[in-house]
């Protein structure tokens, strides 16, 4: 015979004893996050784990699926998913799966025919621009479930240049150069395209990106400047036509160059690098940054310097702003051969400059693509040796390290672009003229 209090009663007074104490409750970590106390049988809500006497929340990343306590009490990142690389307490996505999205039609790979670009929208569908064929209109291929195509922006033919961005409702805007014409065109809400539109007469790609909300920015070479040298304009559509603004003037820029441009959501501040030429010598080349801050642009700076015979076809680039408001510039280099990696953190005053790859012939002409995750992971996409190498996808871990894996290991990519998920996660498009097929990889 039992004397004590029932096993329910015992319940009943474990949880009175509970909600008088601190069972369930919360507390502030040692580094600002938040920390639970475990349940009344020990256990931990989804994605804590145990660490001590505390439930700690552990990081969120895809591919992580395996995890442990720090000395100092933070649940860390110990093991990845198949597809991913463990890199410095992270987890590094390598692109394993890889399926066909559309069918092209006898690209080649030199002259460089084909253009490409990859953006990822909020609901985490992947949106393809691509050229379907020689001196074709661009097409539009996406994959809300399987693979559809659709006519993007009209007849334009000779396209080149392209990029593309979607907007917090999932709209997708492109820019791209055509018969020496800026071009932009919008994929609305219902899924139908609108445009293009003419922005501007220009030989040079454009940059886009939203400054500050969902409304279009498109930055572009000006040839046509009074005969002073190329101008660097911004544009904006706020009243039903586009207008422009200029950034800076006398530049001794050629046909083919291009920008690159990122803005940060929600902040004043606008990021471009371009390419000009030394004034006074035709042959000595420059990358150069300009920021707007507010409602006036900066005096340009110097990133990377050539000093004799380069040109803008020589040189590819690519920037990127991550979360937190750090600059990635990549940049194919012919000359130095090698594809250089350049940061800059928003309240530093110089450049710090990184080498990705070293080559003996760098190839510019699959232009290079860098995205950043919100943990801090870098990925790179470039081709490399000129004409027969590999396109080669590289990623930065959190210790600063480079590795680099061959995405495709052959000279078949006429072109190629690189994205992020909402995750995270990188995606690849690519055009192999081998297979007549845009190719797509996750």
């Not at 009175?16 to 049988?41: M, Q, R």
């Not at 100092?72 to 198949?82: A, L």
């Not at 040079?204 to 002073?228: H, K």
């Not at 250089?340 to 928003?346: C, D, F, L, M």
Request: hydrophobic residues 35%.
């Amino acid at each position: 015979m039992s004397y004590g209090p029932s096993k329910a009663c015992r319940t009943f007074v474990m949880l009175l004893l509970c909600f008088a104490s601190s069972c369930g409750g919360s507390k502030e970590s040692g580094d600002g996050g938040v920390v639970i106390t475990p349940n009344i049988d020990g256990g931990c809500p989804d994605n804590h784990l145990l660490c001590g006497e505390f439930c700690v929340e552990c990081p969120t990343q895809s591919g992580a699926n395996a995890f442990s306590c720090s000395d100092d009490g933070r649940c860390v990142i110990t093991g990845c998913s198949n597809g991913y690389a463990f890199c410095d307490n992270a987890c590094c996505a390598f692109l394993e799966n890889k399926e066909k999205a559309a069918d092209t039609n006898g690209l080649d790979t030199w002259p460089a025919q084909a253009s490409v670009d990859l953006v990822v929208d909020p609901d985490d569908v992947p949106h393809v621009i691509f050229t379907k064929e020689k001196g074709a209109a661009l097409s539009h291929v996406y994959k809300p479930a399987d693979w559809d195509i659709v006519t993007a922006v009209g007849t334009d033919s000779l396209v080149s240049h392209v990029v593309s961005r979607a907007d917090s409702q999932g709209r997708i805007h492109v820019a791209y150069l055509a018969g020496g014409e800026i071009k932009y065109a919008l994929r609305d809400s219902d899924g139908n395209w609108n445009g293009p539109e003419l922005v501007a007469t220009s030989n040079g790609g454009p940059g886009l990106d939203f400054a500050g909300d969902d409304t279009p920015r498109i930055a572009y070479y000006d040839p046509a400047n009074g005969g002073e040298g190329h101008s660097l304009r911004f544009a904006s559509n706020t009243g039903g036509s586009w207008s422009s603004s200029k950034i800076t003037e006398g530049l001794l820029s050629q046909a083919g160059a291009f920008v690159a441009m990122r803005w940060q959501r929600g902040d004043s501040k606008g990021h471009i690098v371009y390419f000009d030429y030394t004034r006074g010598n035709k042959h000595q080349g420059e990358l150069k940054y300009i920021m707007r801050n507010g409602d006036s642009w900066e005096a340009p700076e110097t990133i990377v310097s050539w000093e004799d015979g380069v040109s803008a076809a020589d040189i590819s680039f690519d920037l990127f702003l991550d979360s937190e408001k750090k600059l990635h510039l990549i940049y194919s280099d012919v000359f130095a051969k090698h594809v250089g990696h350049v940061i800059k953190a928003e309240n530093d005053a110089s450049w710090s400059y990184l080498v990705i790859a070293e080559n003996s012939h760098i190839d510019p002409e699959v232009r290079p693509f860098i995205v950043v995750d919100n943990a801090g992971i870098a990925y790179a996409l470039y081709r490399t040796p000129y004409a027969t190498g590999t396109t080669q996808f590289g990623v930065l871990d959190l210790g600063g390290v480079w590795g680099t894996q061959p995405l495709v290991s052959s000279s078949t990519v006429a072109a190629a672009a690189l994205a992020l998920d909402q995750a995270g996660a990188p995606h690849v498009a690519y055009i192999d003229i081998n297979t007549d097929s845009l190719r797509y990889a996750y």
